[in-house]
């Protein structure tokens, strides 16, 4: 069993990646941008630069650098964009084989924003848990389960419990140069015993060699649902490089 789930990872490792399984180390960079319309007049729009890389045979370690800015009534804050909260994140690929991937996240997220308004004012754990079931087809099903847990920073913020379920879905386009994914999720607010739903919708496109890697383009539009939403609708723009 070991020797054919070695054989498997191989393999596997071997394919083309386009960033889209979970349960595979990448060495990556990206720059994004996404606007998130907040409920009532606000809006937020956030740059982020990501690096990845592997540090061990199954862990990679990622860092996420966002600058933020907030906008209210349609006026934007006078020092326009401005450091948000660092993201430190440890990625393990638990188990792998020609079925399923289990993969283990530990995020913290630092109170470091450079204005009240641009983070949330708290240190914040997320521990994930991912298994990944490679269907027929190439087709990927990954649902996770992501608990978010507050601690320090300021005590007059409001501290932040949650549970995000997500029920992601890779499913194999006849070009490979495209790719699409689907993510239905479902946020359960435990400290304000609320909960709310979200649907992103992601595509994306190869475009071919660059800086000794794999470059791609992505568009990833968002919506929210439920009376507790934090916001209504989102859409995120990329390019990433991968494998350089």
């Known amino acids: 069993m070991a020797a054919a789930s070695a054989a498997y990872a191989q393999e596997h490792m071997a394919e083309p990646d386009n960033g889209t399984?979970?349960?595979?180390?990448?060495?990556?960079?990206?720059?994004?941008?996404?606007?998130?319309?907040?409920?009532?007049?606000?809006?937020?729009?956030?740059?982020?630069?990501?690096?990845?890389?592997?540090?061990?045979?199954?862990?990679?370690?990622?860092?996420?650098?966002?600058?933020?800015?907030?906008?209210?009534?349609?006026?934007?804050?006078?020092?326009?964009?401005?450091?948000?909260?660092?993201?430190?994140r440890l990625n393990h690929i638990y188990d792998v084989n020609h079925e399923r991937g289990i993969v283990l996240q530990g995020e913290l997220t630092t109170d470091s924003a450079s204005?009240?308004?641009?983070?949330?004012?708290?240190?914040?754990?997320?521990?994930?848990?991912?298994?990944?079931?490679?269907?027929?087809?190439?087709?990927?099903?990954?649902?996770?389960?992501s608990q978010n847990n507050s601690f320090g920073g300021d005590p007059t913020r409001p501290r932040i419990n949650n549970l995000l379920v997500d029920l992601y879905y890779v499913p194999k386009l006849a070009d490979r140069r495209h790719y699409l994914t689907i993510d239905p999720a479902v946020t359960f607010d435990w400290e304000n015993k609320t909960q709310y739903g979200s649907l992103s919708v992601t595509y994306g496109r190869v475009l071919g060699p660059a800086f000794g890697g794999s470059s791609q383009v992505y568009i990833k539009p968002s919506v929210y649902l439920g009376g507790h939403r934090t916001a209504d609708w989102g859409i995120e723009v990329a390019f990433k490089l991968l494998g350089f």
């Open 21 to 88: 399984n979970p349960a595979r180390l990448r060495r990556l960079a990206q720059v994004s941008f996404e606007h998130l319309d907040l409920l009532g007049d606000s809006s937020r729009g956030t740059f982020k630069g990501i690096f990845e890389t592997p540090i061990a045979e199954k862990t990679s370690f990622r860092i996420t650098l966002p600058l933020a800015r907030v906008n209210d009534d349609d006026e934007a804050v006078k020092d326009d964009f401005r450091r948000g909260d660092i993201a430190l």
């Open 115 to 145: 204005k009240p308004e641009l983070g949330s004012g708290k240190t914040v754990f997320k521990g994930t848990y991912i298994y990944a079931l490679f269907l027929k087809g190439s087709d990927i099903f990954g649902p996770s389960f």
